[in-house]
């Protein structure tokens, strides 16, 4: 499935470069942005339980700050490295100029497989890199969030660390964090939702119901997991699921919420009786479906596979799920791709309205939270669907032609210091 001679970062700019084109942006007018602000790679010297000392490389990389403070994840996966946090940052910029909240992107990860370390090893490894990352990062100028393989419990860490390095508590550092330590209700479930409400405005856009819409969604972690409950709480069937030890397909559909049930006790798909047949990863990509809804790592979606997807419709809840190649081909067969800077966007937008809580000391209730992701996502998603009509072009094109513009206008009204 991985091809060796991908370059998350090269995908990045030849996708900001086809707007650029589309906008009739000169190299001149958009050219900062083709690279980030800054990258910091750290060594970080972890005391195993053994006593063993061994050292992890860490990165975080800042896209741009034109519209406001650095907003991105951070990921713990055995295959991060700069490249890829690169990528992960500029499309963090985007995302947060299709969702128009003001934030510019930002990226983090540490080379590691986290299953492997104790939770003690796990804390050490994460405290000594908030550490090292201590001057990147701040409420003001950085926050940081979950992303692969890192949850609450890690940004509880980084926030704990981060406040005992400043002697009082400053929960604005991360978002993501658990409720009781300032995290915002609604936010667990916001990436999965934003999916929801952007695949239905999609459907409806089209003519088309989620009602009897069959879809499968890979890899059912939160995101899928929570995307997959509410679609078929609309009316759609989940036909194909799958996480790492496998998938399942079903053309009758799977009931989703008793799977979440079990494996939100830490239970794999192939620990349960799923009444499906056992299948690959590669092939639910290629699965009988209606909406594909690739939800894993990079490059999942590339030149070897794209011919062979049946789905008319994908919805990216991964970033960066599919390449510059791959999207060639689904666009000459006329497939409906709706790009990660808007499908995934609701986790960004509910960390912005963590974020706010946090500085201003107030707390929303869910149904709020909610109604407001749900605003400002579906504009996101009219005003990526205006721009798409205006350039007679993707919905790709159309979410990055309409940051860039967004990035651009800020950056040349701020002008080039000093």
Known sequence: MNDIKYDAFKQFQSNLDTAAELLGYERKEYDTLRYPERELTV???????????????????????????????IRYHPNTDLTEVKALAGWMSLKCAVANIPYGGAKGGVC?????????ELKRLTRRYTTMILPFIGPQKDIPAP?????????????????MLHGYTIPGVVTGKPISIGGS???????GRGVMFVTRALLEKIGRSLIGTKIAVQVFGNVDSIAAKLLQKEGAIIVGISDVSGAYYNDNGFDIESIIAETSKGKLLSD???DGKAISNAELLTSECDILIPAALENQINESNADLIKANIIIEAANGPTTV????????????????ILANSGGVIVSYFEWVQNIQSITWEEPDVNKMLKKIILQA???VYETKEKYHTTYRQGAYAFALKSIAEAKNVRGIFP
């Open 43 to 73: 060594y970080i010297p972890v005391e195993m339980d053994n006593g063993e000392v061994v050292v992890y490389t860490g990165y975080r990389v800042q896209h741009s700050s034109v519209r406001g403070p650095c907003k991105g994840g």
């Open 112 to 120: 590691v497989d986290p299953s492997k370390l104790s939770k003690g």
């Open 147 to 163: 992303d692969v393989n890192t949850n609450g419990e890690v940004m509880a860490w980084i926030m704990d660390t981060y406040s």
């Open 185 to 191: 209700l609604g936010r667990s479930e916001a990436t």
């Open 272 to 274: 349960l009786s799923i």
């Open 325 to 340: 190649g791959a999207d060639k081909i689904l666009t000459s067969k006329n497939k409906i791709l709706v790009p990660d």
């Open 381 to 383: 998603f009219d005003n």
